[in-house]
Nanobody
Framework: VQLVESGGGLVQPGGSLRLSCAVS????????MSWYRQPPGKERELVAA???????NYATSVKGRFTISRDNAKNTVYLQMNSLKPEDTAEYYC?????????WGQGTQVTVSS
């Protein structure tokens, strides 16, 4: 099982990034997917989630700025992040969840700074 995040980096406030999480080793379409983040010195928190059928939900702090999507043909989940703020700075992780299993990626760093 592998979940590999990419797309993180340094961006100025107001900028955009798109994170990707490519998975292998399990049937992607059978798993709900989500993005979490862990700011420095803080606990990990849910950012956005997408169900097997494509339903989405977002943390209040990112609603209207971030969009989660999935491409079952590519076994990939995305997080489009717009209007980034310094408080979005964190390590971002993707997670795959079924009724019985949870898998995590290794994380990708997002830094929002001028």
């Amino acid at each position: 099982v592998q979940l590999v995040e990419s797309g993180g980096g340094l961006v100025q406030p107001g900028g955009s990034l798109r994170l990707s999480c490519a998975v292998s080793g399990f049937t992607f379409s059978n798993y709900a997917m989500s993005w979490y983040r862990q700011p420095p010195g803080k606990e990990r928190e849910l950012v956005a989630a997408i169900s097997i059928l494509g339903g989405t939900n977002y943390a209040t702090s990112v609603k209207g700025r971030f969009t989660i999507s999935r491409d079952n043909a590519k076994n990939t989940v995305y997080l489009q992040m717009n209007s980034l703020k310094p408080e979005d700075t964190a390590e971002y992780y993707c997670k795959a969840r079924s009724y019985s299993e949870n898998y995590w990626g290794q994380g990708t760093q997002v830094t929002v700074s001028s």
